[in-house]
């Protein structure tokens, strides 16, 4: 059973079908539970049956685990992957404690949530995260975003540009993205403010693909850009659920985590977003950094506007130097983060889980700390939403990511 946090459109979502879909493929019975949503169709289209959960609002959620305990009951399931905490807690207060199912969790965030279970087995996307969790966990691995090389791939670009409607001459930069507040508007707002003063100097479009609640904060700037410019120089494309169009019109990709790893896919040359006005050009000599740290990182809080329009206009200016940097990046991803590789790892990572919980006695009272520590944590939250606060995803922000390194920096 591989469960997503969610089927809207973002990067864990689709890591976990990208896995389903490969583990499907290698002969397992693979089904995907989650609620409704955009990425459902995915799901169709790789012929991965899905099992529809009920969408709470409140996680975890006593409705869901029931109906995946339901499910996992009906199928025999060997396992649960949960992507993000809420997903594995409720496999963990739900078929494991209920069914005594195994369950394990993938974690593609920034950090790794507290209250976690320390013998729950964990994958996390980089080797700082893992350095910092391996001190806690017996069951601990490496699993970056792994990507499907042989269906994202260079196809056509100039076909793709016009499917988008944008004339082959135009220059286009592209960014596939969710429209949220933490740690992406920040970036989307700079790149509009930054093509926007090229485009006085080049052909250019910049074309954001995605949704979320950032949405109309993101249509004002773009309006304003484009005004400003007298042309059509931001274009919001909303959610898609296949947007290899867009990464495949591109001249230049911006992102971060796994859609820059997808940009790298289709042989694109790569600027990697950041918080805090942090943006540096993917090529030989910063491979080792976001290797390190994930695709992802912190700026000296400067004029972000300013050293994207920087790195871009040389690149905007030389199809050589674009074409040397999108070959690295491609070679860069077959060599490293390919799916086939991926999904063999957590082939033996399930085999080890299963293993593990076999041979370990199922002791309740080891759910007592993490269950009033996730309770303590929503019961905060709820208070927050009672008051009238912002309540955001508090394991997938800056704040969060600072102390994560902080632990594994003191491990």
Same mark, same amino acid.
């Given at each position: 059973?591989?469960?997503?946090?969610?089927?809207?459109?973002?990067?864990?979502?689709?890591?976990?079908?990208?896995?389903a879909? &490969?583990?499907?493929?290698? /002969?397992?019975?693979?089904?995907?539970?989650?609620?409704?949503?955009?990425?459902? =169709?995915?799901?169709?289209?790789?012929?991965?049956?899905?099992?529809?959960?009920?969408?709470?609002? $409140?996680?975890?959620?006593?409705?869901?685990?029931g109906?995946?305990?339901?499910?996992?009951?009906?199928?025999?399931? =060997?396992?649960?992957?949960?992507?993000e905490?809420?997903?594995?807690?409720?496999?963990?207060f739900?078929?494991?404690?209920?069914?005594?199912?195994?369950? +394990?969790c993938s974690?593609? &965030?920034?950090?790794?949530?507290?209250?976690?279970?320390?013998?729950?087995?964990?994958? +996390?996307?980089?080797?700082?995260?893992?350095?910092? *969790?391996?001190a806690?966990?017996?069951?601990?691995?490496? %699993?970056?975003?792994?990507?499907?090389?042989?269906?994202?791939?260079?196809?056509?670009?100039?076909?793709?540009? #016009?499917?988008?409607?944008? =004339?082959?001459?135009?220059?286009?930069?592209?960014?596939?993205?969710? %429209?949220?507040?933490?740690?992406?508007?920040?970036?989307?707002?700079?790149?509009?403010?930054?093509?926007?003063?090229?485009?006085?100097?080049?052909?250019?479009?910049?074309? $954001?693909a995605?949704?979320?609640?950032?949405?109309?904060?993101?249509?004002? #700037?773009a309006?304003?850009?484009?005004? #400003?410019?007298?042309?059509?120089v931001?274009?919001?494309?909303?959610?898609?659920?296949?947007? @290899?169009?867009v990464?495949?019109?591109?001249?230049?990709?911006?992102?971060?985590?796994?859609?820059?790893?997808?940009?790298?896919?289709?042989?694109?040359?790569?600027?990697?977003?950041?918080?805090?006005?942090?943006? @540096?050009?993917?090529?030989p000599?910063?491979?080792?950094?976001?290797?390190?740290?994930?695709w992802?990182?912190?700026g000296?809080?400067?004029?972000g506007?300013?050293?994207?329009?920087?790195?871009?206009?040389p690149?905007?200016? =030389?199809? #050589?130097l674009?074409?040397?940097?999108?070959?690295?990046?491609?070679?860069?991803?077959?060599?490293?983060?390919?799916?086939?590789?991926?999904? *063999?790892?957590?082939?033996?990572?399930?085999?080890e889980?299963? /293993?593990?919980?076999?041979? *370990?006695?199922?002791a309740?009272s080891?759910?007592?700390?993490?269950?009033?520590?996730?309770?303590?944590?929503?019961?905060?939250?709820?208070?927050?939403?009672?008051?009238?606060?912002?309540?955001?995803?508090?394991?997938n922000?800056?704040?969060?990511?600072?102390?994560?390194?902080q632990?594994?920096?003191?491990?």
């Open positions: 059973m591989v469960y997503p946090h969610s089927m809207e459109i973002g990067g864990s979502q689709k890591n976990a079908i990208d896995i879909g &490969s583990l499907q493929a290698r /002969g397992h019975e693979v089904v995907v539970f989650g609620p409704p949503g955009p990425l459902v =169709d995915l799901l169709a289209e790789r012929g991965l049956r899905h099992e529809p959960a009920p969408r709470p609002r $409140i996680r975890p959620s006593q409705a869901v685990m109906r995946l305990c339901d499910v996992v009951e009906e199928l025999n399931a =060997d396992v649960v992957h949960g992507f905490w809420p997903p594995a807690v409720e496999a963990v739900g078929p494991y404690r209920r069914l005594n199912v195994p369950a +394990v974690v593609m &965030s920034m950090s790794v949530a507290p209250f976690l279970p320390h013998w729950l087995p964990l994958t +996390v996307g980089t080797e700082s995260i893992l350095r910092s *969790e391996q806690k966990r017996p069951q601990v691995t490496l %699993l970056e975003p792994p990507v499907d090389t042989r269906r994202d791939r260079p196809i056509d670009q100039l076909e793709s540009k #016009a499917l988008l409607g944008i =004339d082959p001459g135009t220059l286009v930069v592209s960014l596939v993205t969710r %429209l949220a507040a933490e740690l992406k508007r920040e970036g989307i707002l700079t790149a509009i403010s930054a093509v926007g003063r090229l485009a006085t100097e080049f052909p250019v479009r910049l074309v $954001i995605g949704d979320g609640p950032a949405r109309a904060e993101v249509e004002s #700037a309006r304003r850009a484009n005004a #400003a410019a007298g042309t059509d931001v274009r919001l494309t909303g959610d898609l659920p296949d947007p @290899r169009a990464y495949d019109a591109a001249d230049i990709a911006l992102g971060m985590g796994g859609s820059a790893l997808r940009a790298m896919a289709f042989g694109k040359p790569l600027v990697v977003q950041g918080e805090s006005g942090f943006w @540096r050009l993917l090529e000599g910063s491979l080792p950094e976001f290797v390190g740290g994930g992802f990182g912190i000296d809080g400067g004029d506007a300013a050293r994207l329009a920087a790195l871009l206009r690149l905007l200016a =030389d199809a #050589a674009r074409g040397r940097l999108g070959e690295f990046a491609r070679a860069t991803v077959e060599s490293r983060y390919g799916l086939d590789a991926a999904t *063999e790892a957590l082939e033996a990572f399930y085999g889980a299963i /293993g593990r919980h076999r041979s *370990e006695p199922r309740m080891r759910l007592l700390g993490p269950y009033l520590s996730v309770t303590r944590y929503e019961l905060d939250r709820k208070v927050k939403r009672r008051l009238g606060g912002v309540v955001r995803d508090d394991f922000s800056l704040a969060a990511m600072r102390a994560q390194e632990r594994g920096r003191s491990r």
